[in-house]
């Protein structure tokens, strides 16, 4: 009984720390939204201290989507349900990927920040505003862009996401005709 038990607990804590795949478009713009205001924030007014909330919600959203991201459930239970205009579901695997992105852009300006200051850490602060802005306010993601051409490439297998790979998949899928 007690292995099995075991097993259950490893179960849901597997459930507990994946990504939702699809993701709601409109929840993925909505954290993007919120990244871009913490993000000017930051380098408008020197809050440096914002650059902890942005490292911690990256990595919280790459171990377990919204689970454990407040950004992430403000998108998902409240903003997302009123957007209906941005409700579209689109692949998991390119957004954990713009995540992972956004972490580690957040956590090498966060050691930047702690060991040299914040006139450093500002700069790699500001590769992420265009992204931020990018997704949250045109839809348009750079790192599922990132990501497709990833595995275009070859460097990411295709069997993650088939329809990152191929753009005609995406456009027959939301009715569009392939160019």
Known sequence: MRILDFFAKICRMKRLLSFPNPVNDAAARTVALGVFTMAVVALATGWSWLLILLTYGFLARVAAGPT??????????????RLRSWHRLVPGPPKRFAQAIGAFLTSVSTIVWLSAGWTDARWILLLLVPAAFLEGFLGYCLGC???????????????????????????RASGTPSS
Do not use: K
């Open 145 to 171: 862009t990132i990501f497709g051409w990833l595995i275009r490439r070859g460097v990411i297998p295709e069997a993650i996401c088939r329809e990152c790979g191929d753009l005609s998949l995406r456009s």
């Open 68 to 81: 454990f991201s407040p950004l992430g459930q403000f998108a998902v239970r409240v903003a997302a349900p």
